[in-house]
């Protein structure tokens, strides 16, 4: 039997990271919430996770430490980045951060955030 899709989601705004959470667990993904960096990495730190969806911008702490972190924590972990700011709106996120595997804007709708945590979380990831 296959294993669930353990997804993070580091988000400030609680309502917005609780709208994704649903979505996903509709689709029988596992999902925690963290706000920010200290909660994010001691959760990537006690548990496997497949997908990250990472605020670019949150109020506590830096987006990229977790992607770092979870980067040589988890390596096969990859992180879906979403913003709703003009940051790295070139692409250059994908040379910042390793594990990037998707830039999207926050206001994307969550059912297509929902089938791109699926769609990478059923891929394996090279190390």
């Not at 920010?36 to 548990?47: F, K, P, V």
Request: net charge negative; proline share 4%.
């Amino acid at each position: 039997m296959p294993t669930k899709t353990r997804v993070l989601i580091v988000e400030s705004v609680p309502e917005l990271a609780r709208i994704w959470q649903r979505h996903l667990e509709r689709q029988g993904m596992s999902v925690t919430c963290t706000q920010g960096q200290e909660d994010a990495i001691a959760h990537l730190s006690e548990h496997e996770t497949d997908i990250i969806i990472q605020d670019l911008v949150i109020d506590q702490g830096g987006a990229l430490a977790i992607s770092d972190y979870a980067n040589y924590r988890q390596p096969n972990a990859r992180v879906i980045f979403v913003t709703n700011t003009s940051f790295f709106s070139d692409g250059s996120i994908f040379a910042h951060s390793a594990n990037a595997c998707a830039f999207v804007q926050s206001n994307t709708p969550p059912e297509d955030l929902a089938a791109m945590v699926a769609h990478y979380g059923s891929e394996k990831r090279v190390a």
